[in-house]
């Protein structure tokens, strides 16, 4: 299956048991949400998972593409993405635990065709405020899945403060031989999906509170359960990448965990571009403006003449059709090109001033602060710097 066929499918399963989907997805939060961007399913739904009536009913089902910055330095791996979609199904106060984890685990493998052998399960084992998640070990023991107990690994929870509670997770078997180990010891056994019963409320002061209604949280990342259900190493080597894999090593010559750094930001960045984010020096604006600079950081490491003008347009397009937006793929080029103009220049700069003979020691925090606020140098800028040697001549087209 393809990622649309996955989608397609994943939707209908649910349908079919009474669940209605949301349409709309963005990566920006409601307004007055402290968090920058959307980084989970059930955030857009946290007033309805406290007790709000949501207007479609108890029982959801959608796909909400998100973005984590916590998983930056992880890109490059066979798992991580920044820009990602997320299959999520909700029970507002409706069925258990352990009615979802059957639907989970029939939809793996009926509807899409995974093989029993090749999943475990892992389940709370309890702590000194919740007891062990009893009815989702049962569950995995009636269907015969192997199931390993845990006490962090298996609660879930959005922050310090919030709505919380115990989750089953579902890996899948990826080594070459027959599955062996837990997921705890192996990591060849991958997260596939994972279901959390979110009953509580944890407060400031620790302590757990029950929330008005129990709520079952499901969420399952797209492009992780194509990559497993296509027979791929990796996230970036299943059908959404196929036009990246075929057009940028040829354009810009890299290895591997370089040219997944570049696919992952650079498509990261047409999608925020895509929600209506341009570059700036703070909030979301900044984190678009990381993310370019770091893959320019990449290209001009090798050849500082490589430029982001030469991105094939049918790349933009390709990721502007799948996450639905309706922008001019040339627009998005063109901006993208400002910026890397804008990076060229702060090299110069940051090279000149860096030359410096106050600057050939090593730096404080009271010369980071002067770099940022003098010469708008930011410190990883500055260390990227001072660390690695840039080539010298222009960068890119600047």
Known sequence: MNTEQIVGTFVEYFEDRGHRRITGSTLLPPPGDPVLFITAGMHPLTPYLEGRPHPLGRRLVNVQRCLRTTDLDEVGDATHLTVFEMLGTWSLGDYDGPSSLDWGYRLLTEGLGVDPGLLHATVFGGDDQVGPDTDSLRLWQDLGVPVELTVEDNWWSNGPVGPCGPDSEIFMWTGD??????????????????????????????????????????????????????????????????????????????????????????????????????????????????????????????????????????????????????????????????????????????????????????????????????????????????????????????
């Open 177 to 398: 031989t027959p599955p062996e180990s837990t997921p705890t010891q192996d990591d060849r056994w991958v997260e596939v999906w994972n279901h959390v019963m979110m009953r509580h409320r944890r407060q400031e002061d620790g302590l757990l509170v029950p929330l008005p209604q129990p709520n079952i949280d499901t969420g399952l990342g797209l492009e992780r359960l194509a990559s497993l259900l296509q027979g791929k190493s990796s996230v970036f080597e299943c059908d959404v990448f196929d036009p990246w894999r075929r057009l940028v090593p040829d354009l810009w010559p890299l290895d591997e965990r370089s040219l997944r750094l570049v696919h992952d930001h650079l498509r990261s960045a047409v999608v925020v571009i895509g929600d209506g984010v341009r570059p700036s020096n703070t909030g979301q604006g900044y984190v678009l403006r990381r993310l370019v600079r770091r893959v320019l950081t990449t290209l001009w490491r090798d050849d500082p003449t490589r430029s982001l003008g030469d991105l094939p347009l049918e790349l933009v397009s390709h990721t502007l059709d799948h996450f639905h937006q309706d922008l001019d793929p040339g627009h998005v080029r063109r901006l993208l090109l400002e910026e890397e103009l804008r990076f060229g220049r702060l090299l110069e700069r940051g090279r000149s001033v860096l030359a410096r003979p106050r600057f050939q020691r090593p730096l404080g925090e009271e010369d980071f602060h002067y770099l940022h606020d003098t010469h708008g140098l930011p410190r990883d800028l500055v260390i990227s710097l001072r660390e690695q040697p840039w080539p010298t001549g222009e960068s890119g087209r600047s």
